[in-house]
């Protein structure tokens, strides 16, 4: 037995023992001592945290076109949540907003609809409309549902998952229309001439996202271009936030806090489309 277990050591790989428990060290002291950009991370993290359970604990929308909106609660699905109860989120938007919501749009379409910030918001300030509203995330359309009950809106919201061509040109709508569309770059893919000839005399915005593809925003351009006049509103970079975007809330807080606070994480600079239909 003794030579069998010596031949077994002799036989163990040069250096093995070190590599392995180099890694478990690697483990540890990333554990105990963390990177700085995960500290970054966690740091960021809990400011926005202090922030929400300080400035809006009551999940009530404070500024902006949705102003008053409620959360039923401190949750969102893949963006941001503090900029969207502050009333900052996609604050470009807003003067294009205020002009939709004066629209007598029949039925609104929104795609992408994640937890109902676009969807119930729109309910709300067209109190006319229908709202079909669209998600692959079951949690989003959840968390969707809920707001809609909050607020009073849910008899009027029709909620579905996957929104392609062929749900897109079926849908009832009953008049001039709105369609809202933040779907990851499958804009490209949903929106094809045939498509955008079904739905010619209705408005459409999108947000484009030429990071994921850059043939998008062309794309889109060639199909809208015959039957709508195209509106181009670029985004503004998280840095530039804190400089021209001013609430009394934030006033006590330095720059970079409140960068962090107004931070939409986009990663790069972006366009929404707002193509208007020429159809009378």
């Not at 840095?239 to 809330?249: I, Q």
């Not at 807080?253 to 409140?258: I, N, Q």
């Not at 107004?262 to 020429?278: D, H, I, N, Q, T």
């Amino acid at each position: 037995m003794a030579s069998i277990v010596e031949t077994a050591r002799t036989q163990r790989p040069p250096g093995r023992l070190s590599i392995d428990l180099g890694r478990v060290l690697t483990s540890i002291r990333n554990r105990v001592r963390p990177s700085p950009e995960k500290r970054d991370r966690r740091r960021r993290a809990r400011l926005t945290e202090r922030a929400l359970r300080t400035i809006t604990p009551d999940g009530v929308v404070r500024h902006g076109v949705f102003k008053g909106l409620k959360y039923p609660r401190l949750k969102s699905s893949g963006s941001a949540l503090f900029p969207k109860l502050l009333g900052s989120y996609e604050r470009e938007l807003h003067p294009l907003l205020e002009r939709i919501c004066k629209t007598p749009y029949t039925d609104v379409v929104d795609i992408g609809c994640a937890e109902g910030y676009y969807a119930v918001g729109l309910a709300m300030r067209l109190p006319r409309a229908t709202i079909h509203a669209f998600d692959t995330n079951p949690k989003a359309a959840r968390l969707c549902r809920k707001m809609a009950e909050l607020n009073g809106v849910a008899d009027r919201l029709r909620l579905g998952s996957t929104c392609d061509r062929g749900v897109l040109v079926q849908i009832p709508f009953r008049g001039k229309s709105l369609i809202v569309s933040d779907c990851e770059g499958y804009e490209k893919t949903l929106f094809n001439a045939r498509s955008v000839a079904a739905i010619a005399g209705h408005d459409v915005l999108i947000e484009v996202h030429d990071n994921f593809d850059p043939s998008i925003s062309p794309h889109l351009r060639s199909v809208f271009e015959a039957t709508h006049d195209i509106e181009v509103i670029c985004s503004i970079d998280d840095p530039e936030k804190p400089r021209v975007y001013h609430y009394d809330e934030l006033e006590a807080f330095d720059v970079a806090t409140r960068q962090t606070l107004l931070a939409e994480k986009r990663g790069a600079p972006m366009e929404w489309f707002f193509c208007r239909s020429r159809a009378a």
